[in-house]
């Protein structure tokens, strides 16, 4: 599919769930997001990844809230991912990897992003109402399994991340790992922590001195780098200093079957009536591409209503 500003949209975030096992500041308002009960069923789910695929999606990413903690999600996703051969990926939090990386691999999940914002037990547990050993046993646990990428994902937060940005980056030097720190959008109702937290990723260049640019992926948010002799890259996500969206390839379907054709936007178009008719849905599909907002406002303080936490990144 083409868009009306000539961007071609390959790429696809389906999210699977709201509910959510952690409560991260940035993400779920008070450590609290109402879950909407009108959750896409598997056939839902399954009908609108056939519609993607025959408009030619070649990457699709399950998110959440947290996609592990929707019920039944591996036998929803070794179902799902025996439609085509394309770029299954998954973003999670990591905290039931320890069980679940296995099953996810077996059931043909190829990318696996895993957000972690600290290796300080007591921040982690003050950011995100968890414990950080769940986290890391999940992250090395996807190291044994093995997938082709495995990337962390690291929000940038004022006070909190400047003291962990090195030890994060260090990862790459001995793991075959894409480190990502990732400037703090706001959005929904935590709008105004971001607003109190933002950190510029210009800080990683004043912390990490050495940082070697790298080859970049095509269509990626990220700008790749790598630290001398690291196995891994050090990625730098700027929707803040630095405005990406001509480059933009994706669109995201929310846990409750709205089309959002831009992150930072409020238009929504809504999936639930036509997810019976494929015809009718590809059309939906199309129509809601044809308009995908040129690029977002976050500097001008134009920010969504939805949570982050009812999204998925
Ligand atoms: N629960 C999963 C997880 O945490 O990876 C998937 C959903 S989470 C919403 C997806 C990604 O969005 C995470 O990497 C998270 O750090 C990021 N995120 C959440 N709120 C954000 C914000 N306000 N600004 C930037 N990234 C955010
Ligand atoms: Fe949950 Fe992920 Fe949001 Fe944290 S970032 S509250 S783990 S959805």
């Given at each position: 599919?083409?868009?009306?500003?000539?961007?071609?949209?390959?790429?696809?975030?389906?999210?699977?769930?709201?509910?959510?096992?952690?409560?991260?500041?940035?993400?779920?308002?008070?450590?609290?997001?109402?879950?909407?009960?009108?959750?896409?069923?598997?056939?839902?789910?399954?009908?609108?990844?056939?519609?993607?695929?025959?408009?030619?999606?070649?990457?699709?990413?399950?998110?959440g809230g947290e996609p592990l903690m929707r019920?039944?999600?591996?036998?929803?996703?070794?179902?799902?991912?025996?439609?085509?051969?394309?770029?299954?990926?998954?973003?999670?939090?990591?905290?039931?990897?320890?069980?679940?990386?296995?099953?996810?691999?077996?059931?043909?999940?190829?990318?696996?992003?895993?957000?972690?914002?600290?290796?300080?037990?007591?921040?982690?547990?003050?950011?995100?109402?968890?414990d950080l050993q769940n986290a890391l046993e999940?992250?090395?646990?996807?190291?044994?399994?093995?997938?082709?990428?495995?990337?962390?994902?690291?929000?940038?937060?004022?006070?909190?991340?400047?003291?962990?940005?090195?030890?994060?980056?260090?990862?790459?030097?001995?793991?075959?790992?894409?480190?990502?720190?990732?400037?703090?959008?706001?959005?929904?109702?935590?709008?105004?922590?971001?607003?109190?937290?933002?950190?510029?990723?210009?800080?990683?260049?004043?912390?990490?001195?050495?940082?070697?640019?790298?080859?970049?992926?095509?269509?990626?948010?990220?700008?790749?780098?790598?630290?001398?002799?690291?196995?891994?890259?050090?990625?730098?996500?700027?929707?803040?200093?630095?405005?990406?969206?001509?480059?933009c390839n994706r669109i995201r379907i929310t846990?409750?079957?709205?089309?959002?054709?831009?992150?930072?936007?409020?238009?929504?178009?809504?999936?639930?009536?036509?997810?019976?008719?494929?015809?009718?849905?590809?059309?939906?599909?199309?129509?809601?591409?044809?308009?995908?907002?040129?690029?977002?406002?976050?500097?001008?303080?134009?920010?969504?209503?939805?949570?982050?936490?009812?999204?998925?990144?």
């Amino acid at each position: 599919m083409i868009d009306k500003f000539n961007r071609k949209i390959t790429y696809a975030r389906i999210s699977l769930t709201e509910k959510c096992n952690l409560k991260c500041k940035y993400c779920m308002p008070n450590g609290f997001c109402p879950i909407n009960s009108n959750e896409l069923s598997d056939e839902q789910i399954k009908n609108i990844v056939k519609a993607l695929l025959s408009l030619r999606i070649n990457k699709i990413r399950f998110t959440g809230g947290e996609p592990l903690m929707r019920k039944n999600v591996i036998s929803l996703l070794n179902d799902i991912c025996t439609f085509a051969p394309i770029d299954w990926a998954i973003t999670t939090n990591g905290t039931t990897l320890k069980h679940d990386a296995i099953y996810l691999k077996k059931a043909g999940i190829k990318h696996i992003n895993i957000s972690l914002d600290t290796l300080d037990s007591k921040d982690y547990k003050a950011l995100t109402g968890a414990d950080l050993q769940n986290a890391l046993e999940g992250f090395y646990t996807a190291l044994d399994v093995g997938f082709d990428t495995i990337r962390i994902n690291f929000v940038l937060i004022k006070g909190i991340s400047e003291k962990q940005i090195e030890n994060l980056a260090k990862l790459t030097l001995k793991h075959n790992v894409d480190v990502r720190f990732i400037e703090l959008m706001p959005i929904g109702q935590c709008a105004e922590y971001s607003e109190n937290h933002l950190l510029k990723a210009d800080v990683v260049f004043q912390i990490l001195k050495d940082l070697q640019i790298d080859v970049q992926d095509a269509h990626a948010p990220a700008k790749y780098y790598k630290l001398k002799g690291a196995k891994g890259r050090v990625g730098l996500i700027t929707p803040m200093s630095c405005n990406f969206c001509s480059e933009c390839n994706r669109i995201r379907i929310t846990a409750d079957g709205k089309l959002k054709p831009c992150l930072h936007s409020d238009i929504e178009i809504n999936l639930c009536d036509v997810l019976h008719n494929e015809d009718l849905l590809k059309k939906r599909i199309q129509d809601a591409v044809n308009i995908k907002p040129e690029r977002h406002y976050l500097n001008e303080n134009m920010y969504i209503k939805r949570n982050m936490s009812c999204i998925g990144g």
